[in-house]
């Protein structure tokens, strides 16, 4: 009697197998996991049987099984899936409407697919957008997403151990924040009006309520033990006008990172959310800046600047921090 072949695509093996989809994709590039026979409706198929003999092999328990990434570069088959995912992935960004947060969930789903990460966010530079998928975690990896040599934002994966991520895993996020950056730029760009809500009018930054949204998140997640965060406060000295106030901007833009946020909060004030940076890289930035205000053409400007590193606490007494601080050194330059 002739045995009958069962095919399986990738989600049939992770249900098969008991394990999460997200795991599937550094199953198949384990030591010895069957190749793919063939291709059906746009999916890679494996034969189920020798996918369950390769686990029996290992002598591995399906709904315990712990998925070892082989230290090695992808084989064809792997770089194939990964790449017609992406492509997949800009077809559906094609087609939807250019919203950012459409788009920053579909490019979320995606980094969890092709990197087989427990969690994955995007971040848009300037703050008020982000997108997070899954369970944040203290070990991550980073791509920026650059278009047209600017910066747009930070693609991020999370794993649940340390040194979990390979050079291979690093490469491929690199190239699909290669492949969707121009798509998040352009979804920011053509965002309907709704969004501006969050935009400073004069300044272009993100507003208040942009602050209000991004520290509530950067502060959940470093409750959650995700890394360091520092929050500084920029008080111009003195009546200032328009100009000057967008020469500050343009300025603290320049000299901060795609993954801070930078705001302004107040009509002589701004404000930098610093994800993983301590008070001392927060003070070490606040003298860089201070001195390319000094030199700015052709609106000069100088400021005082509260640094304030999170503990524990919730954003308003971050805030209250380094508004402190302000406070210390006016009545230190008015004794």
């Known amino acids: 009697?002739?045995?009958?072949?069962?095919?399986?695509?990738?989600?049939?093996?992770?249900?098969?197998?008991?394990?999460?989809?997200?795991?599937?994709?550094?199953?198949?590039?384990?030591?010895g996991f069957p190749r793919a026979v063939g291709y059906f409706r746009g999916r890679h198929v494996w034969d189920e049987g020798a996918v369950q003999s390769w686990v029996d092999a290992a002598n591995r328990p399906p709904a315990a099984l712990k998925l070892e990434r082989a230290r090695a570069d992808l084989s064809?088959?792997?770089?194939?899936?990964?790449?017609l995912a992406i492509v997949q992935a800009q077809t559906e960004i094609a087609a939807a409407r250019p919203e950012p947060d459409v788009v920053m969930q579909i490019v979320a789903a995606l980094a969890l697919e092709v990197i087989g990460a427990q969690a994955a966010a995007v971040e848009l530079a300037g703050g008020g957008h982000d997108h997070v998928l899954g369970t944040i975690t203290p070990h991550g990896l980073d791509a920026p997403l650059v278009h047209d040599g600017k910066p747009v934002g930070t693609l991020r994966v999370y794993a649940d151990q340390p040194q979990a991520f390979t050079a291979a895993?690093?490469?491929?996020?690199?190239?699909?924040?290669?492949?969707?950056a121009a798509h998040l730029a352009h979804a920011s760009a053509q965002a309907p009006a709704?969004?501006?809500?969050?935009?400073?009018?004069?300044?272009?930054?993100?507003?208040?309520?942009?602050?209000?949204?991004?520290?509530?998140?950067?502060?959940?997640?470093?409750?959650?033990?995700?890394?360091?965060?520092?929050?500084?406060l920029v008080d111009l000295d003195g009546a200032q006008g328009d100009g000057v106030r967008r020469t500050v901007a343009a300025v603290?833009?320049?000299?901060?990172?795609?993954?801070?946020?930078?705001?302004?909060?107040?009509?002589?004030?701004?404000?930098?959310?610093?994800?993983?940076?301590?008070?001392?890289?927060?003070r070490a930035l606040t003298e860089r800046i201070a001195g390319r205000l000094a030199d700015a053409h052709p609106l000069a400007a100088s400021a005082r600047f509260g640094v304030a590193q999170a503990g524990d606490e919730d954003p308003e007494p971050l805030y209250a921090a380094a508004e402190a601080e302000l406070l210390r050194l006016q009545h230190a330059d008015a004794a």
């Open 194 to 232: 709704r969004q501006h809500v969050w935009d400073d009018a004069l300044t272009g930054l993100g507003n208040r309520l942009a602050y209000e949204r991004r520290i509530a998140h950067e502060c959940a997640r470093r409750g959650r033990g995700d890394g360091l965060l520092t929050l500084v």
């Open 76 to 83: 064809p088959v792997d770089r194939e899936q990964q790449l």
């Open 1 to 31: 009697m002739t045995e009958v072949m069962r095919l399986v695509d990738k989600e049939q093996v992770a249900r098969s197998l008991g394990v999460r989809r997200t795991q599937v994709g550094k199953m198949l590039a384990a030591p």
């Open 252 to 282: 603290l833009q320049r000299w901060t990172r795609s993954i801070d946020g930078v705001f302004r909060v107040g009509e002589d004030r701004f404000a930098l959310i610093l994800p993983g940076a301590d008070a001392q890289s927060g």
């Open 169 to 180: 895993d690093s490469e491929t996020l690199a190239l699909l924040a290669g492949a969707v």
